[in-house]
């Protein structure tokens, strides 16, 4: 349903590569919390990042479909990589929108992982409520100085661009926010230490401090001022790319306990056997397969232009939730060996409850569903 020949292909080359490479991997990088270079230079080949960018500006030129399922295919592998995918697309789909001519040629840095990149909104008196933050870009001559301070950035510790929201003016609320791509190499910039994390530990995450860092005019992303809703624009795609992740670390989690259940023997018999850990696994299926088709109904409709956001939260928080609920089902298969470091499942477990915070919390998708439902009725 919903594939075609050309997502079937993608999604084989994503699901062998997974399979090949990240999946025998993730048991040591979640363990040494490594952020897999290697891993990613290979994926790069095989043109696994911006897989939404045009052909004509170096990328595969695919949809938010294909997206979705190299999303699952990558994550089932280990989602800390399949979290690089998705914000390098995020990146992209920013700089292919709104990025100007010569912006754009970073792409081809972007997609080749030469530079690598950084999302920085979240800030320590604005998390949910982006509204609330405090760095500012000042103008200075023809271009700003940038103030202020990021927290849990996804890889702030090794990224060589941040792409920087900050408030241009003071009075205008929401529309006096921009994005600034900022190169962080430069004086005035400094990281704090990576955080060490529940889970997803292969990804770096840390702060930003920008202290009188001076942007050249030709670093505001768009149009000053529009900062905030371009960023709100990237949501509903972000969204629909973690729900595709929370669906393939789960898939993972139900691969595992197949395979468990199937060997391990008690009272005589396979535990797969007894009608209690059936159920369990029917359960991991069921919810996965309606993870799935409402992630790929939410990515048709961004691809054919319809408004996608209640079905992209709808997807994210279920998928979510689901990922939580359904790996500690896989735990539960495990018996004691599921909670025991080593054991794929207990890391796919602290692997998902992120699904539930990032990319807007799930009380927050819960909160956008119902504000269509009452705005655009039951039915829309
Ligand atoms: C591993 C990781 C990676 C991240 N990567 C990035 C990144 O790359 N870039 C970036 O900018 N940020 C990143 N973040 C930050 C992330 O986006 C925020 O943590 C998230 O938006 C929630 O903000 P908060 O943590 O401040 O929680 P808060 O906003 O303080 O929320 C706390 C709780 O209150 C609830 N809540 C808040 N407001 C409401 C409301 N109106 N109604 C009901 N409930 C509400 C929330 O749902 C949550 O349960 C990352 C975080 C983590 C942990």
Known sequence: MFLTETHVQVRETARNFADTVIRPAAESLDREERFPSEIYEQMAELGLFGIGV???LGGPGFDTVTYAVVMEELARGYSS???QCGLVELICTLLVRHGTGEQKKLL????SMRRKVAYCITEPEAGTDVSGIRTTATRDGDGWILNGGKIWIHNAPVADLGFVLARTDKEAGNRGMSIFIVDLH???V?????EHKMGQRASQVGALTFSDVKLGPDSLLGEEGRGFHMMMSVLDKGRVGIAALATGITQAGLEAAVEYASQRKQFGKAISDFQGVQWLLADM????????LLVLSAATKIDRGEDATKSCSIAKCF???MAVQRTSDAVQVFGGSGYIRGFEVERLYRDAKICQIYEGTNQIQRMIIARELLKKGARS
Do not use: N
């Open 54 to 56: 045009p052909e004509e």
């Open 81 to 83: 990589v399949a979290d």
């Open 108 to 111: 081809g840095d972007v997609l």
């Open 186 to 188: 430069s004086a005035g």
């Open 190 to 194: 400094s990281r704090g230490p990576k």
């Open 285 to 292: 299926a069921k919810d996965i397969e309606a993870a799935r």
């Open 319 to 321: 998928a979510g939730d």
